[in-house]
């Protein structure tokens, strides 16, 4: 059986550049932000320097992007990701 390696769901090689803590989940959702999912988009979104482009990466969408960027909780998550932009 081959692994699914595509953003969403491959392994974890973003690395420590951007480290940062996760914005908290209310509930566990199999098309939400994960943790992980979270990592891959703050590394893709240094990558590619653009939201739209980290989120079609990760699976995700823009307008949750930002809603997630602004949850309580997401000071760590928001920093990352202005720290990526700018790197990207």
Known sequence: MEQDTSPQNGPDETGDRFDFTPVPLQRSRYDGWTPLVQKRFIHALSVMGSVGAACRAVGRGRV????????????????AWDAALEAG
């Open 64 to 79: 949750s992007a930002y809603r997630l960027r602004e949850r309580e909780g997401a000071e760590s998550f928001a920093d």
